[in-house]
């Protein structure tokens, strides 16, 4: 009987919201809990890039990178669709690796992208991790709390997965 450690396509959930701080070189440390949580991922390095959706950096354990480009690559490179929607997505792409002391470095262009400079927010969304400014981070946030009862009914809704009825 394997654990579910064992299986590669379990969730590596991330866990937490940090505010800290970008050096002038665009460099970050990342806070000890969440280095914590990705010392697995340390040495295999990770996939920065833009967010899709947010004026964000999404910040990729290699492992979960790896997941990702296994679906997207079950995509049709005859649909043009599908290629504009790849180079979409892959546009910027870095691999980024943490050093000993547990910093990485933002690319200028991405860091431009998100309008990181000074004060920023790393917030886990499950498998990866989000980096913010903090003002647009917060401004984010407000903007959706409005909407969330609503976005909440409308996502989570109809899932009940377990016996329980709470879902």
């Known amino acids: ?14 866990v937490g919201t940090y505010e800290c701080k970008v050096d002038s070189k665009g460099r970050l440390m990342l806070p000890g809990p969440l280095k914590k949580q990705l010392a697995e ?9 833009r967010s899709v959706f947010q004026q964000c950096l999404e910040l990729y ?18 649909v043009k669709k599908n290629n504009d929607f790849i180079r979409r997505f892959t546009a910027g792409v870095r691999v980024i690796e943490i050093d000993a002391t547990g910093r990485l470095l933002i690319p200028k262009d991405l860091a431009v992208f998100a309008s990181v400079s000074k004060d920023i927010v ?14 647009l981070y917060e401004k984010a946030i407000d903007d959706s709390v409005v909407d969330f009862a609503d ?4 996502v989570m809704g109809n899932i009940n997965d377990d016996d329980d009825g709470i879902s």
């Open 122 to 135: 790393l917030s886990s969304a499950v498998n990866i991790i989000e980096i913010w400014d903090k003002d």
């Open 41 to 49: 991922s340390l040495e295999n390095g990770f996939v920065l890039k």
């Open 61 to 78: 354990p290699m492992q979960e990178w790896d997941l990702m480009m296994r679906k997207i690559n079950k995509l049709n490179r005859f």
């Open 151 to 154: 976005l909440a009914e409308d």
């Open 1 to 14: 009987m394997s654990s579910i450690h064992e299986n590669h396509n379990c969730l590596n959930t991330i």
